[in-house]
């Protein structure tokens, strides 16, 4: 099973605070560097749980890119796509409980044209995901529309999750929709905020419902989320069930989810060399 993900693959630096913000003032906190993006989170979980993956997307021509291409092929994932300008940064500021927000610098990842795609990133095909993210504007609209006709011709599944309800209101809900229609996608990834803005109903797909620390909806079925001594991040816990599910349904999405947030950064640890 080749499982391909488009959109973007960033640095991420995961700001583990011990305590409130101190307004004009210091902050102890843990701080890392690791690669993350949607799709760069997705591709590394699955290889992770066990199949092939590739990322697919621009990156940047600069020390950062070449850092988390290098880090993400360590985690077992083929990195395709066109390298120029500079990578994008996002910021996640996770607090005690484990909770986090994120102020992000998408960079070279918005800039992805469909003329750049080249048939053989899409080669071999299984499952074609695609980050909301490259859905909510141009150039990056028309390369994965593109890229999910050519998933198609392998026979692949085409999965899209919604990725953020803030980004989608930014760039027009309305767009947003016609885009999703357009990429046609078999299944919908999207949490509670995000499936209230774009609509279940605009939407004819397997919609599977993230709800947090609740669990989760698959197609309808609720399922609970599974127990964790101690969450330490909930960064990338979405992405994680996405790929657990692509590759194997309810149970290893829940699993994958769970083990996510038992970790600090949005790609497994243990692969991270």
């Known amino acids: 099973m080749l ?15 011990g305590g409130p913000v101190a307004a ?60 120029e300008g500079d990578t994008g940064t996002i910021c996640s500021l996770v607090s005690p409980d484990g909770e986090r927000s994120m102020a992000s610098d998408r960079g070279a990842a918005r800039e992805l044209r469909a003329d750049e795609l080249e048939d053989a990133w899409l080669e071999g095909c299984d499952d074609l995901f695609v980050s909301g993210y490259a859905l909510v504007g141009e150039p990056t609209r028309g ?48 949490n509670e905020d995000e499936e209230r803005v774009v609509g279940a109903a605009t939407v004819d797909a397997h919609w599977i419902l993230k709800h947090g ?18 969450v330490l991040d909930t960064t990338g816990a979405g992405d994680a069930l996405a790929a657990g599910w692509i590759v194997g349904g309810p149970d290893l999405a829940l699993e994958a989810a769970a083990r996510c947030v038992g970790q600090v950064g949005a790609t497994p640890v243990a692969s991270a060399g």
Not at 214 to 225: I, T
């Open 3 to 17: 499982v391909c993900a488009l959109g973007d693959l960033t640095l991420d630096v995961i700001v583990r605070l």
């Open 24 to 83: 004009a003032g210091d902050t102890p906190a843990q701080i890392e560097l690791v690669p993350g993006g949607q799709a760069a989170n997705v591709a590394a979980w699955a290889a992770e749980l066990g199949t092939r993956a590739r990322f697919i997307g621009k990156t940047g021509a600069d020390d950062a890119g070449e850092l988390v291409r290098r880090r993400l092929s360590r985690q077992g994932v083929e990195v395709a796509g066109p390298v």
């Open 143 to 190: 390369a994965a529309v593109r890229a999910a006709q050519l998933a198609r011709t392998q026979g692949a599944r085409v999965s899209v999750d919604l990725a953020s309800w803030s980004a989608i209101r930014d760039g027009g809900a309305d767009a947003f929709r016609t885009a999703v229609g357009t990429v046609a996608p078999d299944v919908v990834f999207a």
């Open 213 to 230: 620390a609740r669990g989760c909806s698959f197609g309808g079925e609720e399922r609970a989320a599974l127990p964790v001594a101690r």
